[in-house]
């Protein structure tokens, strides 16, 4: 059984630095596609960033480009979301996912966690 679960989350000031972490368990190789999505109050689910080593696919939204960065640790199935230079438009819910065959970035993905929120305020 897949399983995703975030932590990290919290209240942090415009421009301001959070490091999201999420640890996977349940797949049976390690080329799975992992990513991050948020929803925002009001709004639509949206991927933020994603890593498909299957099919060399890496995406960035133009939002977060240059501000925030993923990175995974295989041997530890640990992925994480670094969050610099935040901004109030980055409050939001944020979803670790992952998937068996790639990045799921209009369809969505197989499995998410259950979400940690950020808020960015001051």
């Known amino acids: 059984q897949v399983q995703l679960v975030e932590s990290g989350g919290g209240l942090v000031q415009p421009g301001g630095s959070l490091r999201l972490s999420c640890v996977v368990s349940?797949?049976?190789?390690?080329?799975?596609?992992i990513g991050w999505f948020r929803q925002a109050p009001g709004k639509e689910r949206e991927p933020v960033t994603c890593?498909?080593?299957?099919?060399?696919?890496?995406f960035y939204a133009d939002a977060i480009k240059g501000r925030f960065t993923m990175s995974r640790e295989k041997a530890k199935n640990i992925m994480y979301l670094e969050m610099n230079n935040l901004k109030p438009e980055d409050t939001a819910v944020y979803y670790c996912?992952?998937?068996?065959?790639?990045?799921?970035?209009?369809?969505?993905?197989?499995?998410y966690g259950k979400g940690t929120l950020v808020t960015v305020s001051s």
């Open positions: 996912a992952a998937d068996r065959y790639g990045c799921g970035l209009v369809y969505g993905m197989e499995y």
């Open positions: 349940g797949f049976t190789s390690e080329d799975y596609a």
């Open positions: 890593d498909s080593p299957s099919d060399g696919v890496t």
